[in-house]
């Protein structure tokens, strides 16, 4: 029903298959759904490209080889981390130190979030890019946020936008 997309924050350009959130604080709820939902799908991609940055560092500078090359090491780092996560959470939870538990983003029962201990290491640079909202960008948006806010509707999202004042 719409194509694979992207999901950027505001230093993002909106395109046709990258999504960025609405700007402003004044936003409909409708937009508030929308910018929340993204926002989670970013956070988990963020949490997992983190984690393997912090323990692969490859991966915290742009990668130099032929795009074969890139490929067969990303799926080399993604096996090696899925491996090591799955082998490493056999034993009790204290002793991970692979992934240990605050080693990712959590949410907390209010719903604040708190940030992963990975992101307190090197970060790890993203150029600002700029440019022009499309047409067809703004389309895939809308219906995105239709999406979200009828047939795709969750109780959580309307939860944690009701608790940040949304009506």
């Not at 490493?88 to 991970?96: D, L, M």
Request: include cysteine.
């Amino acid at each position: 029903m719409l194509p694979f997309l992207f999901i950027g924050d505001e230093a993002f350009p909106l395109k046709s298959n990258l999504m960025r959130p609405y700007s402003g604080v004044a936003l409909s709820k409708d937009k508030a759904i929308f910018n929340y939902r993204p926002s989670r799908a970013r956070r988990c991609v963020e949490n997992a490209f983190g984690i393997m940055a912090s323990r692969f560092r490859i991966f915290r500078k742009p990668l130099v080889s032929s795009l074969e090359t890139s490929t067969f090491t990303i799926a080399a780092a993604v096996c090696l981390h899925n491996f090591i996560k799955s082998a490493k959470e056999v034993g009790p939870s204290c002793e991970r130190k692979y992934c240990p538990l605050d080693f990712a983003d959590k949410m907390s029962p209010d719903g604040y979030i708190n940030d992963g201990r990975w992101r307190t290491e090197e970060a790890l640079a993203i150029n600002n890019r700029t440019g022009i909202n499309s047409r067809q960008a703004e389309e895939t948006k809308r219906t995105l946020q239709n999406y979200f806010c009828h047939e795709g509707a969750t109780a959580w999202q309307d939860a944690h936008i009701a608790k940040n004042g949304k009506k």
